[in-house]
């Protein structure tokens, strides 16, 4: 089955400053790469996801890349604020009606500071 | 508030009782999943149902069990037979399809072995 690798499992940076969390997968049949980011003790929410007929993905401090054929796939978070820190997974699936399910990385815990 | 319910938010169970865990959607999704969640290991996939009366399981579904007879209902019971149930269990829905799409979680039950 799928096997998803993320890093760093924890990451802090001061405020205004990127932060950058890398992730890989073992499926080449995968082809929706969501991002998901959850705050304590809530639900994990996403927040930009690729599918693999694109490289690049952005969504205004948010952009996601995707490379396929070393298949990786990064989220970038730009100027960051103090309300970016949160848990974030990231994930992976193969589309059509018989899979869709996800296989998620390990989380990185992402703290700004002030 | 995204449609996907679940209940009770917290639940303590003694040694050796079943307990089971509410998880009703009313986003009309065909799939829906069971995660648990520990610290550091991101979320793991219990069992997963892409249509009624139809499930599978997941990478850990040891010492549980679910069932599927109605779209918007994806119950889990975590049996006595397993072993280490203390955890926070995730549910999620999606509509699966080439295109792939959101996968959206309830806000989770925090389970604890007393």
């Known amino acids: 089955g799928e096997n998803v690798e993320q890093h760093p499992s924890t990451l802090s940076v001061q405020e205004g400053d990127s932060a950058v969390i890398k992730c890989t997968y073992s499926?080449?049949?995968?082809?929706?790469f969501p991002w998901y980011k959850q705050e304590l003790g809530k639900r994990p929410q996403l927040i930009i996801d690729i599918r693999s007929n694109v490289g690049e993905k952005k969504d205004q401090r948010i952009a996601v890349t995707l490379n396929k054929t070393a298949k990786h796939f990064s989220l970038h978070i730009t100027e960051t604020q103090p309300e970016d820190s949160a848990v974030y997974f990231c994930?992976?699936?193969?589309?059509?009606?018989?899979?869709?399910?996800?296989?998620f990385g390990q989380g990185t815990i992402l703290t700004v500071h002030p | 508030d995204g449609g996907i319910t679940q209940s009770p938010k917290y639940l303590f169970r003694k040694e050796g009782q079943n307990v089971t865990l509410s998880c009703e959607q009313n986003?009309?999704?065909?799939?829906m999943y069971w995660y648990r969640q520990d610290p550091g290991q991101g979320l793991r996939l219990i069992y997963y149902s892409q249509i009624v009366n139809d499930f599978q399981k997941g990478d850990i579904a040891e010492g549980y069990s679910v069932s599927r007879e109605k779209k918007e209902s994806f119950p889990l019971t975590v049996t006595s037979a397993q072993k280490n149930p203390t955890a926070f269990y995730l549910c999620?829905?999606?509509?699966?399809?080439?295109?792939?799409?959101?996968?959206?979680f309830g806000q989770g039950t925090r389970l604890t072995v007393v």
């Open positions: 986003l009309n999704h065909d799939a």
């Open positions: 499926d080449s049949a995968s082809n929706y």
């Open positions: 994930a992976a699936s193969i589309g059509g009606t018989s899979y869709g399910k996800l296989t």
């Open positions: 999620a829905s999606k509509q699966p399809g080439q295109e792939n799409t959101e996968a959206f």
